[in-house]
């Protein structure tokens, strides 16, 4: 008979690396394998609930699930819940339990059935080892006066949350002193963003209002991400930033239309980053920026001197403008790799032409990577991840 | 760095590996690292607990591995993960060997990779008859002990 391989490796091998990525029905199910099995589950770390899980669960009956796996458990790390139509959830006792037992992790989403939001209790504040949290529906609780910061929250995440007004955020945002990446995404209830942090090196911001005016004092912040926000409204954004200095990566995200605005000087914008490395457009903010004129006085001040990787998406665009705006980069700084995202049947032009500004450029190499997915073809130039 | 390294497996069989393939595991980087330092001439490095079988799968996850790295593809894991199944050719036994020698190498990407493949496994199975059957393992309680496990988890069902 073949031997047991499964069964014959560590508890700490299973439990942390094979049944961390389990559902917690999942994890459960195994009990009933072998008695080697049995009180495995009360080694694991990691917890996952979805509501996948609970198609047939009363509310209470969910609620004791979960508060009873947190009670058994030797200790956790990571804990995410995300349930869909319950009309009730337990949340602030199971975040009580979970405190108990120093998670570091947190990730929660729950829509209830009447769509009204979550209402989070000061029982996160005893949640004091909290390294990474995410929030998504969730209503954030108010500060209590006494509590002392999440000393070690490194990653805060708000998603879907229209009810979030500026002042609750900046309050909570005070909280996290070593922040080090915020995503706030779908919280349109905000009108003035004011991030002042002095250790947040990544932010990611989306589907927010779009006059939110936006005011940052981050020395550290590496990476910008902007979503949905169009080209024009992005640039916007981009400009109001007050230290330009830091910043090394900028991705511009648009899943929508946007009108043209050629009275914004793109090429200016991003020349404002001295040492900007990579800058990543996809989508119509692509279509926008080829689109907009680069004027005469606008050339003799580039200095894109660190400019080193440029990724497009190429959709809808017309081909020869892309490249142009390319070629113009080229000349322009020292650009050393070139990644292009287009459709199939566009393809071959677009090579051909990547291919001729190849010769005269020093993106001399010929082309390394050359991989054809079923949708996309991705052209890849020039010495990429050296 | 450039060039070949020698190598041997636990059966003797010899290997000449690219240099970019054997720096993936972290084991073998320290070793060379250290051949380098002391300049002295690199015998052929004996593998003590991979057979070349094993070996030969892990050479060609090292070139998909190098591969992957230079492309832009936009699921570069996704896409790994598949190539890995297709070296176990869903056989338990491999799996497990490549994940205990992945171990010792200290391949990180690829160890992860044989965790979650058995992990999607194990999840996809119906009921636990059929992880048993996969996996070979004995069901060792006693009827009255499973039918108060079951007990236990019926709250599920």
Redesign the interface.
Same mark, same amino acid.
């Given at each position: 008979m073949a031997t047991d391989r499964l069964s014959a490796l560590t508890d700490e091998f299973l439990s942390t690396h094979i049944l961390s990525e389990f559902s917690y029905r999942n994890v459960v199910r195994l009990c009933l394998l072998s008695k080697r099995w049995r009180f495995l589950w009360k080694k694991i770390t990691f917890l996952n609930f979805y509501w996948q899980d609970f198609e047939k669960q009363k509310d209470f009956e969910i609620n004791v699930i979960i508060s009873n796996a947190l009670f058994h458990l030797d200790a956790l790390f990571h804990l995410q819940i995300v349930l869909n139509g319950p009309k009730t959830a337990d949340l602030n006792n199971w975040i009580r339990l979970a405190a108990e037992k120093k998670v570091e992790s947190m990730s929660l989403q729950i829509c209830y059935r009447d769509f009204s939001m979550v209402d989070l209790g000061e029982s996160l504040f005893r949640c004091k080892n909290l390294t990474v949290l995410k929030l998504k529906s969730i209503n954030l609780p108010k500060v209590p006066s006494n509590f002392g910061g999440f000393q070690s929250l490194k990653t805060f995440y708000v998603f879907d949350n229209p009810n979030l007004d500026d002042a609750t955020l900046q309050e909570f945002m005070n909280m996290c002193p070593h922040l080090q990446i915020l995503s706030i995404r779908g919280c349109v209830g905000l009108k003035k963003l004011k991030i002042r942090a002095s250790n947040l090196i990544c932010v990611h911001l989306g589907f927010l209002n779009p006059n939110i005016s936006l005011q940052m004092a981050c020395p550290q912040l590496t990476q910008i991400n902007l979503m949905d926000y169009g080209y024009c409204r992005g640039l916007k954004l981009l400009q109001d930033i007050s230290r330009k200095e830091s910043v090394k990566i900028i991705t511009l995200h648009n899943y929508g239309t946007n009108v043209v605005n050629p009275d914004i000087p793109s090429i200016v914008v991003l020349n404002s980053f001295p040492q900007l490395e990579e800058l990543i457009i996809h989508g119509h903010c692509f279509q926008e920026m080829i689109s907009y004129k680069i004027s005469e006085t606008e050339v003799t001040e580039v200095t894109l001197s660190n400019l080193k990787i440029v990724r497009v998406h190429i959709g809808t665009q017309k081909i020869g403008q892309a490249v142009n705006f390319l070629d113009f980069l080229l000349k322009n700084s020292p650009l050393c790799a070139i990644s292009v995202f287009l459709s199939k049947r566009r393809s071959r032009i677009m090579l051909d032409k990547l291919l001729n500004l190849e010769k005269e450029s020093r993106l001399s190499t010929a082309i390394r990577g050359w991989s054809t997915e079923s949708k996309a073809i991705c052209v890849l130039c020039g010495h990429y991840r050296v | 760095m450039e060039g070949k390294v020698i190598l041997s497996s636990s059966d003797g069989q010899v290997f000449e590996v690219d240099m970019k393939v054997a720096m993936i595991s972290q084991t073998l980087s320290n070793m060379l690292k250290d051949t380098e330092d002391t300049g002295s001439e690199t015998a052929p490095i004996k593998l003590a607990n991979v057979s070349s079988r094993i070996f030969n799968l892990i050479i060609e996850y090292g070139k998909y591995h190098v591969e992957a790295?230079?492309?832009?593809?936009?699921e570069p894991t996704a896409d790994l993960k598949k190539r890995v199944r297709e070296l176990v050719a869903d056989d338990?036994?491999t799996l497990?060997q490549l994940m205990i020698a992945a171990n010792f190498l200290h391949i990180q990407s690829l160890?992860d990779l044989s965790?979650?493949i058995?992990? =999607?496994d194990?999840?996809a199975c119906k009921?636990?008859q059929m992880?048993?059957q996969k996996?070979? #393992? =004995?069901?060792?309680?006693s009827p009255e002990?499973?039918e108060e496990?079951?007990k236990?988890?019926n #709250?599920?069902?």
């Open positions: - | 790295q230079k492309s832009d593809t936009s338990k036994d497990f160890l965790y979650q058995v992990a =999607e194990i999840a009921d636990q992880i048993r996996y070979n #393992i =004995e069901n060792d309680y002990e499973e496990v079951l236990l988890h #709250i599920f069902e």
